[in-house]
């Protein structure tokens, strides 16, 4: 249904602009013949065409005032879309940055000791939460491509999260300590914490480029 009326909105958009051509040629047309009778000095014939004139000039009106009312709704369109976009990248951006602090936090719990495992499982779930939150489809309408790539490509990491998290939970007992898994070159931590957290970092990045793309456009109009 939207898609009639958009094809609507467009042709009747094209039929003023072809409107006002027409009747613009028809204005350049009376003058001219105007300036030769003055100039021929055939005035009652010049009195002869204000008929014609008048009538065209008030087409002429309407059709430009018509025009005005179609750019005007095109203005507040494109304004609710850029506020839309404004509101959805404001929102994507803390739910990174928040995803960030908690995957940054949950690294954190496996090189310190002290940590319960009931900790590890809260944090976990609460990861999958903000991750699933990145997945809602309102927001993709907004989005370029390289966002949803890098957004598609996290899955794996925010899987490895919640199956290490339930895999602690089943080993261990709420009172137990989170033994603290070493760090080194030739073995990073599982799961990749370091990528996840630069992807996230990438995110940010160019939902902020999304951001400022928007401001430079509203200030060239």
């Known amino acids: 249904m939207i898609e009639s009326f958009i094809s609507d909105y467009r042709r009747s ?19 001219g013949r105007a300036v030769l009778l003055i100039y021929e000095r055939q ?29 005007n709704g095109n203005i507040i369109r494109e304004d609710d879309r850029r506020q839309e976009i404004v509101r ?8 990174a940055g928040d995803l960030k602090a908690r995957v940054g936090y949950l690294k954190a719990m496996f090189i310190k000791e002290g940590y319960p495992s009931i900790a590890l499982v809260q944090i976990a779930k609460s990861i999958e939460g903000r991750y699933e939150t990145l997945l809602q489809r309102d927001a993709y309408k907004y989005l370029p491509g390289s966002c949803v790539d890098i957004i598609t490509c996290m899955s794996g990491d ?14 261990n007992s709420e009172k137990l300590a989170l033994t603290p898994i070493p760090v080194s070159w030739d073995s990073p931590l599982p799961p990749r914490f370091d990528e996840l957290m630069k992807d996230l970092q990438q995110l940010i990045d160019q939902l902020f ?13």
């Open 13 to 31: 958009d094209r039929d003023i602009d072809a409107l006002t051509y027409v009747v613009i040629v028809f204005l350049v047309l009376i003058i």
């Open 43 to 71: 005035y009652s014939a010049f009195w002869q065409l204000l008929p014609y004139f008048v009538p065209l000039l008030s087409v002429l009106v309407v059709v430009r005032v018509a025009n005005r009312l179609l750019l």
């Open 88 to 95: 959805a990248t404001h929102h994507l951006i803390a739910i």
């Open 158 to 171: 925010i899987f490895g999260i919640v199956v290490l998290a339930e895999g602690v939970r089943q080993a």
């Open 209 to 221: 480029e999304v951001r400022r793309s928007i401001e430079v456009k509203k200030g060239v109009s």
